[in-house]
C-alpha cells in the first residue's frame, strides 16, 4: 500500500519543479561564491568570434524565463481543459472505447500510436482542436460523422467545446503576440523613464534620446523596463485571446503564474550585469558592485542591498501562491482574482523599491 502511494506522489511531480529546482541550487551556489570571494561572473555567457557578437546572460535568463513560465501555463491550461472536459463529458462516454467507432484501419493504428483508446481521450483532443490528432481533412471529416453517431454526444462538444479555450498551444502562439508587443513596451518605459545608468552613456532624459535616436532601438546598451513588458504583453494577450474568441481574463488568471516564475529566473540577469542594487549595505548578503558599475555618489561604496535578490525572492513567492490557488482553489475563486493578486504584489514591489531606492539606483530593467 504505501508503495502504491509513494508511486502516486512521485507521478503528480511536474517535470517543471525539477528545471526549477536546478536553477534555484545553481543561482545559490554562484551567489554564495559571490559573497566569499566579492566576484560577480562575466555577464558575457558566449562570444561569437565570427560575427565579433556577445550572448549576455542577461539575455539567456530572460528567453529562459520566459520558456519555462510559458510551460507551466501550458500545463495548467491543460489541468484546466481536462475539468472542463470531465465536467461536461460523462464518465460513462468518457469510457467507451474508441474501437467502438466504425473508422478506418489506419486512423485506428494512429490512433493507438497516439494512446487513444476511449471516446473520451479522443473528444478531449477533438475539442482542443481537431488538427491535434495529425488527421487529414478527409480524416478529420470521417472521424466526425462517427462521433455524431454516438449516443449521449452533445453536438457542441464537436463544434465549440466547452475546453477549446484552454488548449495549451494558444500559450506558445500568445507568446510570441505578448513578447513582440512586450518588448516594444519595455523599451518604450526605459526610454520615458531612463535610469541613472544610462548616464554612462550619455542619455539622462527622453531629450537625449530624441536628439540620438539610434539610442532609441539599442536595447544592448540598457533599457528594458518591466512595467512597460507587462503592460504590452497584457495588449498582446487582448488582442490575441480576441482573435480566437477565448476569455482574455481567464487566460490572464493563469499566465500571471508564469509570468512570475519567468521574473524569478530573469531578475538573477540584473545580477550579472551588475544593475538593480538597493543603498549601501553592511548585511552578511549584500552584494558587491565593480566601480565601473556604481553610480557617481557611491565609487567609495562597494557593497549594496541586492534589490534584484529581494525581488527574484519576492517572484517566486508569488508564483508558489498563484501556482496553489491556480491549481487547488480553482472552484473558490471569481475570474481575474488571480490577475488581481498579482496585481497587487506588483504595486507592493514597486512602492518597497520607491521607498528603499528614492537616493539611489532605481533600474526597472526586465
Known amino acids: ?20 529546482a536546478v536553477f534555484g541550487l545553481g543561482a545559490t551556489i554562484i551567489y554564495i561564491n559571490h559573497l566569499v570571494t566579492g566576484n560577480t561572473p562575466s555577464r558575457v555567457a558566449l562570444h561569437v568570434g565570427f560575427l565579433n557578437f556577445d550572448i549576455f546572460w542577461y539575455g539567456i535568463l530572460i528567453v529562459g524565463g520566459i520558456g519555462l513560465g510559458s510551460y507551466v501555463t501550458s500545463r495548467l491550461a ?31 493504428q494512429k490512433f493507438n500510436k497516439q494512446h487513444i483508446t476511449t471516446i473520451g481521450q479522443l473528444l478531449l483532443e477533438w475539442g482542443l482542436d481537431p488538427r491535434r490528432l495529425g488527421l487529414s481533412k478527409d480524416g478529420q471529416e470521417l472521424v466526425q460523422e462517427e462521433l455524431r453517431q454516438v449516443d449521449g454526444l452533445d453536438e457542441t462538444w464537436l ?8 488548449n495549451p498551444d494558444f500559450v506558445w502562439g500568445g507568446v510570441a503576440w505578448c513578447l513582440v508587443i ?3 513596451g519595455a523599451r518604450l518605459y526605459h526610454v520615458l523613464t531612463p535610469s541613472p545608468s544610462m548616464s554612462a552613456v550619455g542619455i539622462d532624459s527622453v531629450a537625449d534620446y530624441l536628439r540620438n535616436p539610434a539610442q532609441l532601438i ?3 546598451s540598457g533599457g528594458l523596463g518591466i512595467y512597460g513588458a507587462i503592460l504590452g504583453g497584457a495588449l498582446g494577450l487582448i488582442l490575441y485571446t480576441r482573435r480566437h474568441r477565448i476569455s482574455a481574463i481567464a487566460w490572464a488568471d493563469i499566465a500571471v503564474v508564469g509570468l512570475a516564475l519567468g521574473q524569478f529566473i530573469g531578475r538573477w540577469g540584473n545580477f ?4 538593480l542594487y538597493g543603498s ?33 525572492l519576492w517572484s517566486l513567492a508569488t508564483f508558489l501562491i498563484l501556482l496553489r490557488l491556480a491549481r487547488r482553489h480553482r472552484d473558490r475563486l471569481q475570474t481575474g482574482d488571480l490577475m488581481g493578486l498579482y496585481q497587487v504584489q506588483c504595486s507592493a514591489v514597486q512602492a518597497e523599491k520607491l521607498h528603499h531606492n528614492a537616493a539611489d539606483r532605481v533600474e526597472d530593467q526586465v
Open 218 to 220: 539599442n536595447i544592448r
Open 272 to 275: 550579472f550585469n551588475q544593475e
Open 280 to 312: 549601501p549595505s553592511d548585511l552578511p548578503w549584500a552584494v558587491t558592485i565593480d566601480p565601473i558599475h556604481r553610480l557617481n555618489d557611491y565609487l567609495d561604496v562597494a557593497r549594496f542591498h541586492p534589490t534584484f535578490l529581494y525581488e527574484s
Open 1 to 20: 500500500m504505501a508503495k502504491k502511494k509513494s508511486g502516486l506522489l512521485k507521478k503528480r511531480i511536474e517535470p517543471y519543479w525539477y528545471l526549477i
Open 159 to 166: 463544434e465549440d467545446a466547452p475546453w477549446r479555450q484552454w
Open 182 to 184: 512586450a518588448v516594444i
Open 78 to 108: 491543460m489541468e484546466r481543459a481536462r475539468s472542463d472536459f470531465e465536467m461536461s463529458v460523462p464518465l460513462k462516454l468518457r469510457r467507451t472505447p474508441v474501437k467502438n467507432l466504425s473508422l478506418p484501419e489506419e486512423i485506428g
